[in-house]
């Protein structure tokens, strides 16, 4: 019997990561970085449409391609290139890319509900039926996707050098791990590459088949998009 719980409640767990780790991957891919065809159907969507494409304009048009632009750790190349951007935002969506520091963070209610509400919803399910138990920790995990986006994400375009000279205690601990280094390589390759490595929980790009192992950034990293 205690066997039996031990690997239900495995099951759950690990279910559970799929879960968040999926749902990142896929709304990462399939809203952020959604294609054409996808973006002229939002228009037929009414209020919902629109906030899938306000999300798709911070991130795809002014993160990748109006920030981070020659560099993955410099935001804005010049004073010059900060100004005309922001000359270009006007009303609610300049206030709101302020707020998120032009897309490198989320804040709205949308956006904080569109990362988590689907994970948690579905893993409190999976962990009802699988492991009553562990329903609060399967709720935790699917909380994962918000958490890392909002605030590790924002460290992940930070020179490791630059956050170590500032660090202590458990933030220090972080930035030092391989952990955290693996992850800022990983998600370089999305910006120099695109359409891969949509993950902040490593998972199901894999499954997903957008992985992308790229050995000489993951051994040699300065954060310039070179060719290749």
Same mark, same amino acid.
């Given at each position: 019997?205690?066997?039996?719980?031990?690997?239900? @409640?495995?099951?759950?767990?690990?279910?559970?990561?799929?879960? %968040?780790?999926?749902?990142?991957?896929?709304?990462?891919?399939?809203?952020?970085?959604?294609?054409?065809?996808?973006? =002229?159907?939002?228009?037929?969507?009414?209020?919902?449409?629109?906030?899938?494409?306000?999300?798709?304009?911070?991130?795809?048009? $002014?993160?990748?391609?109006?920030?981070? $632009?020659?560099?993955?750790?410099?935001?804005?190349?010049?004073?010059? =290139?900060?100004?005309?951007?922001?000359?270009?935002?006007?009303?609610?969506? &300049?206030?709101?890319?302020?707020?998120?520091?032009?897309?490198?963070?989320?804040?709205?209610?949308?956006?904080?509900?569109?990362?988590?509400?689907?994970? @948690?919803?579905?893993? #409190? $399910?999976?962990?009802?039926?699988? %492991?009553?138990?562990?329903?609060?920790?399967?709720? @935790? /995990?699917?909380? !994962?996707?918000?958490? @890392?986006?909002?605030? /590790?994400?924002?460290?992940?375009?930070?020179?490791?050098?630059?956050?170590?000279?500032?660090?202590?205690?458990?933030?220090? #601990?972080? /930035?030092?791990?391989?952990?955290?280094?693996?992850?800022?390589?990983?998600?370089?390759?999305?910006?120099?590459?695109? !359409?891969?490595?949509?993950?902040?929980?490593?998972?199901?790009?894999?499954?997903?088949? $957008?992985?992308?192992?790229?050995?000489?950034?993951?051994?040699?990293?300065?954060? &310039?998009?070179?060719?290749?």
């Amino acid at each position: 019997m205690t066997d039996h719980r031990e690997l239900t @409640m495995l099951l759950c767990l690990f279910l559970s990561y799929l879960v %968040a780790s999926a749902w990142e991957s896929l709304a990462h891919w399939q809203i952020l970085h959604a294609g054409k065809h996808a973006r =002229q159907r939002w228009r037929d969507w009414g209020g919902f449409g629109d906030l899938l494409r306000l999300a798709f304009f911070y991130h795809n048009r $002014v993160h990748h391609r109006r920030t981070f $632009v020659s560099n993955y750790w410099v935001q804005f190349d010049s004073p010059l =290139q900060r100004q005309r951007l922001d000359q270009r935002l006007k009303g609610e969506i &300049r206030k709101r890319l302020m707020s998120n520091g032009y897309g490198t963070t989320i804040t709205g209610f949308w956006e904080l509900f569109t990362f988590a509400a689907f994970p @948690m919803l579905l893993n #409190s $399910v999976l962990c009802a039926l699988l %492991a009553p138990r562990w329903v609060l920790l399967g709720i @935790m /995990i699917g909380l !994962l996707p918000l958490l @890392m986006t909002k605030y /590790i994400h924002p460290l992940l375009h930070v020179d490791v050098n630059e956050l170590s000279a500032g660090a202590n205690g458990p933030r220090q #601990s972080l /930035i030092q791990s391989g952990s955290f280094r693996f992850l800022q390589q990983y998600h370089f390759l999305h910006h120099k590459y695109g !359409l891969v490595n949509f993950n902040l929980l490593p998972g199901a790009d894999l499954l997903l088949f $957008v992985y992308r192992y790229d050995r000489r950034h993951f051994i040699s990293f300065d954060g &310039r998009y070179h060719p290749g």
